[in-house]
């Protein structure tokens, strides 16, 4: 008989009866050993002998696999269920896994290119990287579009090396730089602008002065009575003050004289005739003049003594002569003295003396010559109620001024909301305009106002009926609204249902109304918001 002992740990056979038996440890109806590390009978696994099998095997993620104490199974307690985010490896119902995004590319998942990465929970990819294929035409800038629609990125004229102006995109979704413009004759070269009823007049920093608009009566000055929807030059130089209203324009010259050009049915030309010119005729007898200024059929100069001299139509005493006589050469005011600013309006006149007070002539039939009445005056009266002026500007039927507190006021007709207080209200008195401060300029139009702030903003208010406020809308306006999109201004003029203003580049735009080419951008087309006008 044979039969297997343990002895310290060791099988030993014995040998009984001379009977050959099984060795020790073999399964010959005995029970396997466990814990030996050796997978043997009916033995899943035995200590780290575990058949080759691992958590992944067995259908986990990861994680560390073990035997049961009695080799009987597996023990999967640490093995792992679910990834582990953020180890840079896809595991689980990770779609991916930091820098592990299984091949996939922003190319792979039908977008155009660039960087495609995972979120940070690993449940997606974050496309934002990648670049949208791009779908011209659905106002959204993606791909390799320059634009789309009204998506510009951002971009100006300036941007694209030009000196101002208004970007386009086409029909391509590249940009349309039809609408900018470069430095030349008069542009970034503007340093001042009058803005009338049927055309404009601009003078560059060289001295030039150009016009355009209506000249059905020679009133732009080059010697033809061709209208012009762009800026073209007068025949004239060393200018240093233009004015421009209906149907005549003066300017005077650093040599102290003034010339003008156009219509002289009244003899607003100053040249001592009734007779029209085409291009610039001297004023007979004025010297020493800084500032010129035209009405609707009248002009006037200030000069540099002070004195203020005007010619003309004078059936409403705009001259103030104390007389209602035309003039076809000037006469002195009469009784005003010191005077530091003036401006014609329609058919009155408006000065500022040096003491700040302000004086008026012509026609008060709105109450726009301020003295509480609705007469008309052919010698000045004061402005009740107003001192401290620096500058006045006469229009139409209103005047407006603007106080050394940097406050404007405006008085006469109100209809339009022109005077900025709110209201639709006449005033014969100044009336303060709503909200406005940090005045430096102001300009009265036909039927709408319009200022500039210290902080180089403009700001209109009145008739809006082509879009003369510039806010984009035509909804007339009883105080100030800003316009819209436009800034670093340094000089503005209403004109008639249009105004244009200067930037301190030296731009020139204009909007409004564009019959006649008043907006000077080559088209007919009237405007609601700024646009530049177009370089000669």
Known sequence: MYSCKRFFGVWVGLFFMGVAGVGCGDDDGGTSLCSDNIVEGNEICDGANLAGQTCQSLGFVGGTLSCRHDCSGFVTDACTSTGQCGNDVREADELCDGADLMGQTCETLGLEGGTLSCVADCSRYDTTGCTAVAQCGNSVREGNEDCDGADLGGTTCQDLGHAGGVVGCDGTCTFDESGCFDCGALQCEVSAISAGMSFNCAQGSDGTAWCWGDNTYGQLGDGTTQSQMTPVQASISDVTSVSALYRHGCAAKSDGTVWCWGDNHYGQLGDGTTT???????????????????????????????????????????????????????????????????????????????????????NGSHGQLGDGSNFLHDTPVQVVGLMGATSVSAGMWHSCAVKNDGSAVCWGDGDSGQLGDGSFSDYTTPVPVSGLSNVTAISAGSAHSCAVRTDGTAWCWGSNLYGEIGDGSTESRVTPVQVSGFSNVTAISAGNMHTCAIRSNGTLWCWGNNNDGLLGDGTTDHQHTPVPVVDP
Not at 331 to 345: C, H, I, K, R, W
């Open 276 to 362: 029209g010119q085409h291009s610039p005729t001297q004023v007979s007898g004025l010297s020493n003049v800084e500032v010129v200024r035209v009405g609707y059929f009248h002009s006037c100069a200030l000069k540099t003594d002070g004195s203020a001299w005007c010619w003309g139509a004078n059936g409403n005493g705009q001259l103030g002569d104390d007389t209602f006589d035309d003039r076809d050469s000037p006469v002195p005011v009469s009784g005003l003295s010191n005077v530091t600013t003036l401006d014609a309006g329609h058919n009155h006149t408006c000065a500022v003396q040096s003491g700040g007070t302000v004086w008026c002539w012509g």
